[in-house]
């Protein structure tokens, strides 16, 4: 049977084993070949260390690439959609206060151009300096001058798309928060020519993502401080070069695929957006015409 187990000096192992040979016991000692090793399991290997690491920087890296992958997905969505709500309650809190306060402007100019009587009983004109400008200051009708200040909200019914729409088409100032840009050479809301529009289709709100799903005869409303614009669907360009530039002409076409295009002149509106999802190697676009305009 099995003695006790011990190491020699150089730290090999030694067992003491008894064995019966011929109804008397006999004890043979039997030295291995292998050696104690420190508490806490096997001694590692090169290349198991190497493995080890190796793993361990594997999933790491994954972790990381997740939670990149979540801050672009669901992070940035997140904060542009929240930031993008709020710039389009305050400008209708800011466009529901501006009749009010235009009224107010108003009388108090009348009072200021009434002529007072002066000490003899005969009407003078009251020039004081801390009287209201004879011309009171006029709402925000068309884009502020300077960029990434949200002038107007953009409503796409069938996408379900509520957004506030900037000046410019910066991606760090405006559409990476959530806001749709307006190409600055391009016409106004209402104006005639072509008011042309981008934004993102993937990450930082995404107000285009599905703009692609738009058809002949849907709506795009865009809302001023003064007046309410309807535009209605007419052509898709599922797919063109980024630098064709002519799809936000005055009379938008391209210049890639020839058969694209509107024609006549009238007030049109251009979306654009990057296609495919999560690239940016082409431009999606999608044309409309205005068909009314109403006092908001």
Known sequence: MPGPVGRTGNGRIVACVTVRQKSRPVRVVVQGQGRWHRRGGARRTPLGRALWGAGELAVTFGVVVLLLVAHQLWWTNLRAHESARREVAALERQWAAAPAQDQAQDQAQDQAQDPTPGPDGTPTMN????????????????????????????????????????????????????????????????????????GHRNTHGEPFRYINRLRAGDTVTVETAKTRFTYVVEQTLPQTSASDGTVIAPVPFSTVHPGARMTGAGSYITLTTCTPEFTSRYRLVVWGRLTSAEAR
């Open 127 to 198: 020039t004081s300096d801390d009287k209201v400008p004879s011309t009171p200051p006029q709402r925000q009708a068309t884009a502020p001058n300077r960029d990434d200040l949200a002038y107007a909200v953009i409503r796409i019914p069938a996408i379900g798309v509520t957004a506030p729409v900037a000046q410019g088409v910066s991606k760090t100032d405006i559409l990476n928060h959530g806001y749709v840009g307006h190409y600055p050479q391009t016409a106004q809301p209402g104006q005639a020519g072509n008011f042309a529009l981008a």
